[in-house]
């Protein structure tokens, strides 16, 4: 009883931080609730839209209020690799060389306009996304734990920007876009910032102690063996979809199931149904996926066919009790 009492409030902690985001990006629930998947998921997220829409505030809200040690790499032309990494430089005093963190060090680590930095400087992410670590000098140095990269991006075409390699963009598990609010939610930014930042007011209320738990309540949460069958039918569907030319990779697979459990865990239950991963599937697939290019000419768009998809799969227990 006390173990699930313990649950609930973990639960209840989760939510408030969720709410607390909520309080100061106006009209973003969705975008709020995914991003927390992601962090639950242990996942990273791409943000992609027009400058000014809420992007860098969302991230900086979400470290905020989860107290994570938390840095921020403004990606210009001129930001190298082993500043992100990190590097060795010589101590002439112990005569030795000593290892320099660099920007990924951290619990949350946001990647401001990812696509202005040159490829190799993207690339240098990779490892620390993909395995928790980086490689310098032939060094190996785990990164903290939890940890989390939100890049954010303006679409490709924009001056100065560099498109993300594929390698790189599997790596993300979601990959969103913020739009520009309607003229009620635009009215209530002007209202909230007439003073103050309310960004400033924002202090943290769970801690990376209470994350790890969640987490670890998250990989808990139950998945049926119909439901493997539903998430691998979703994405085998995009390798043979004449729209595609390029398909989702098993990895996809594997990123689908593990946010559907902590979609699930945010709503309370213990268990995957496949109204969550219907929810998370375009978010999770739309960058892992490339047009062909009768599609493109005949203007389809990748959410479009991903809904086609969707609507064409089967879905389990679908009139069974």
């Known amino acids: ?63 905020r209020v989860t107290g994570l040690s938390f840095n921020r790499a403004q990606f210009t032309p001129d930001v190298m690799a082993s500043d992100i990494t990190g590097f060795n430089i010589y101590n002439r005093q112990k005569e030795a060389f000593e290892f320099r963190e660099g920007l990924v060090m951290c619990n949350l680590l946001l990647a401001d306009e990812i696509n202005r930095a040159s490829p190799k400087t993207q690339s240098a992410l990779l490892e620390a996304m993909e395995e928790n670590k980086v490689t310098v000098d032939g060094v190996t140095y785990e990164v903290p734990e939890p940890f989390m990269v939100i890049a954010t991006q303006n679409p490709t ?68 063996e119909a439901l493997f069958g539903y998430i691998v039918s ?7 979809n004449d729209a595609f030319s390029l398909g989702a990779s098993p990895r996809a697979s594997v990123a689908l199931m593990h946010l559907a459990q ?12 496949p109204d969550d991963i219907a929810a998370l599937y375009t978010p999770a697939v739309s960058h892992r996926v490339m047009l062909s290019q009768e599609s493109k000419l005949a203007m389809k768009s990748v959410p479009d066919v991903l809904r086609e998809i969707l609507h064409a799969t089967d879905v389990p227990y679908l009139g069974t009790r």
């Open 262 to 273: 902590a979609y699930a865990y945010l709503r309370g239950r213990d268990y995957v149904i």
């Open 1 to 63: 009883m006390s173990q699930q009492y313990s649950n609930a409030l973990l639960h209840d902690k989760v939510m408030q931080a969720v709410s607390a985001v909520d309080g100061v990006i106006v009209g973003k629930h969705n975008e709020v609730i995914l991003l927390m998947t992601a962090l639950l998921a242990g996942a990273h997220v791409l943000i992609e839209d027009v400058p000014g829409t809420g992007k860098t505030s969302l991230a900086s809200a979400l470290s």
């Open 234 to 240: 979703l994405i085998s569907a995009t390798r043979t």
């Open 157 to 224: 075409g924009y001056v100065g920007t560099y498109p993300l390699p594929e390698a790189q963009l599997d790596r993300f598990a979601f990959k969103l876009s913020m739009g520009y609010p309607n003229e009620q939610e635009e009215i209530g930014i002007l209202r909230a910032r007439r003073g103050e930042n309310p960004m400033d007011a924002l202090c943290p209320v769970i801690s990376a102690d209470e994350l790890r738990q969640a987490r670890d309540a998250v990989q808990k949460v139950r998945v049926d």
